[in-house]
């Protein structure tokens, strides 16, 4: 793999890498609040995390980022509560 650029990076972080992260934020967005509250538990493939796994993987990374988005602090935090 050849090296790249300052600029060729920086075109690659804010016009690929960011916009991908953002459509696919929003599309997680919109699952996670047509989740019913009683099957969070839900996991389409056993490689899947589940609802509620889903939504704490997308804190965790809000709360280590320098620029949270606002996926997960938009949808009601009681709908995905349970015990640790």
């Known amino acids: 793999m050849s090296n ?12 690929v890498f960011l916009a ?20 969070t538990s839900y996991q389409p493939d056993a490689c899947a995390k589940t609802a509620n796994e889903l939504l704490r993987h997308i804190a965790t990374a809000e709360f280590f980022s320098s620029k949270p988005s606002s996926t997960a602090s938009s949808i009601p935090a009681q709908k995905f509560r349970t015990p640790l």
């Open 4 to 15: 790249i650029t300052a600029e060729q990076a920086h075109f690659l972080l804010h016009n």
């Open 20 to 39: 991908t992260m953002k459509t696919e934020s929003g599309t997680t967005k919109k699952i996670l609040e047509a989740v019913p509250a009683d099957k």
